[in-house]
């Protein structure tokens, strides 16, 4: 029996505001247990919320990124539930039919290459909870409320679910991640939590239109978790219907080390939260000219500019992914490449040595000394034959450390490429020193030619062309009896 996966995903994201959701502590990642507190995200008695407005701008940005309609008017609710980690015993939330952006979407690429759109039904904003430590030492549980009442976006796909694999789920996830990043709304950190995506997975038979019973993953803390997390859940699922069983509704947790999901509670029903508006919040109302401004503040997304530096430059799909992760390396690739004689190149040197240098220094490429005019330079000058590919592999280490041009450090070396009127008695030595070789490959042994080559080159320093090289080499051996 075959059957369909069908994932739902919700994606929660820390929003990068100076301080909390409804109250001026400060909005940072770790430090001392229940440091960044007050009485109101710690729900004490007489305290009042009041909103941080930069994080609804944040959500305003997202859900026009994502092509959604903005509510005109949205409003906060309280959504009670007990837990140790929630001190007010309910959770500020958005609910009903207006939350801040409604009925987008985000792009994946199938494996074709083609575009392939997953609806969103909702995005929206609540303030995150605080974290339960647990310790088996311990033998009990404690609580920090370092991160309560931490500004949060939640977005929803739309059902039915469009993702209908792991491997979508991963890239919905992964392409999400860098959209938050290129909006600058969120830093993305899965490992930290800032980012959590909970796929919801399902199975139905194959010819089926009633779909199943779905779970919910949480603890995925990766994107490679992601999948593996909605894989592994749809083998179970799938295993408890040929058993006979039912699939249940609840939330499982993912045991990475063990690469399995463990059950750990029953879902709840959505009228288990007793939703209903929050009395201590207004209203928030956007104005058609706040709406227009936020998406004229909007830059290229990712996927886009991917697709663009692959049509405008000609670099692979590979090192156009490679670019697109970090947005202000893609711009540093786009100002050199800009009026280059090889772009491709450019990409080459920028995710080869430009970043093996860099790593070794620990910076980004675009921090270093060697600034986009000046790689340029290094790449016109390989193209137009001024220097080698092996020259510029030397000069390169001194660009990075003293920011001098090619040109410069041309004219203080002296150096100068081997002319092939030079080269072609390099090659006639080579070839009388090396009988053997040569008659390798006179039986066939291409690779053989590789030897020669490297002989000419080692008496030519490395200052000959290569195309010279070959040519002049293939041209002699054929001249051999």
């Known amino acids: 029996m075959s059957y369909i996966v069908s994932v739902g995903m919700e994606c929660h994201a820390e929003l990068l505001t100076h301080s909390k959701m409804f109250c001026g502590c400060e909005n940072a990642f770790g430090g001392e247990p229940n440091t960044r507190c007050c009485p109101v995200c710690l729900g004490l008695p007489g305290a009042l919320p009041v909103f941080n407005k930069e994080a609804v701008k944040h959500v305003l940005r997202t859900s026009l990124a994502l092509g959604c309609t903005i509510s005109r008017r ?11 980690d929630l001190p007010k015993g309910y959770q500020i939330s958005q609910y009903g039919q207006t939350p801040i952006g409604i009925d987008g979407f985000l792009e994946i690429e199938t494996p074709e290459g083609d575009l392939k759109r997953i609806n969103i039904t909702r995005v929206h904003l609540e303030e995150d909870t605080g974290k339960s430590l647990h310790s088996d030492g311990l033998g009990y549980s404690v609580v920090d409320y370092n991160r309560s009442s931490v500004p949060l976006m939640e977005i929803v796909t739309a059902f039915p679910p469009d993702i209908a694999s792991g491997e ?10 860098l959209v938050l990043l290129y909006l600058g709304v969120s830093d993305g950190k899965m490992e930290q939590g800032s980012l959590r995506a909970e796929p919801n997975p399902s199975i139905r038979k194959e010819g089926s239109e009633a779909y199943g019973t779905k779970t919910e993953l949480k603890n995925l803390n990766s994107f490679r978790a992601v999948q593996l997390g909605v894989e592994y859940e ?231 062309r290569p195309d010279d090289v070959n040519r002049l080499l293939l041209d002699a051996l054929a001249e051999l009896p």
């Not at 409003?75 to 140790?84: A, D, L």
């Open 168 to 177: 979508e789920a991963r890239q919905y996830a992964e392409n999400l991640r």
């Open 74 to 84: 949205t409003i906060f609710h309280r959504k009670n539930y007990f837990y140790p």
């Open 234 to 464: 749809a083998r179970r699922q799938q295993a408890e219907l040929e058993a006979g069983k039912q699939v249940l509704q609840a939330t499982y947790g993912w045991d990475a080390e063990k690469g399995v999901t463990v059950l750990q509670r029953l879902k709840e029903g959505e009228q288990e939260y007793r939703y209903f508006p929050e009395p201590d919040l207004i209203p928030i109302e956007f104005t058609e000219d706040e709406i227009a401004a936020a998406l004229a503040s909007l830059p290229e997304l990712p996927l886009a500019k991917k697709r663009r530096l692959i049509a405008d430059y000609g670099v692979s799909q590979g090192d156009a992914l490679q670019l697109i992760q970090d947005q202000a390396l893609a711009n540093y690739f786009e100002a050199a490449a800009t009026g280059a004689k090889d772009a491709k190149g450019v990409a080459n040197w920028i995710l080869g040595d430009v970043a093996r240098l860099s790593n070794a220094a620990n910076i980004v490429p675009y921090a270093s000394k060697i600034t986009p005019e000046l790689l340029r330079g290094l790449v016109d000058a390989i193209s137009a034959g001024t220097i080698t590919g092996k020259i510029a592999k030397e000069l390169i280490e001194e660009m990075f450390t003293t920011g001098k041009s090619v040109q410069t450090l041309i004219d203080e070396k002296g150096i100068k490429v081997v002319d092939a009127s030079v080269v072609i008695d390099m090659v006639k030595r080579a070839i009388a020193a090396n009988p053997d070789v040569v008659a390798k490959i006179k039986g066939g042994q291409e690779k053989a030619m590789g030897f020669l080559v490297g002989q000419v080159m080692k008496e030519a320093k490395g200052q000959a």
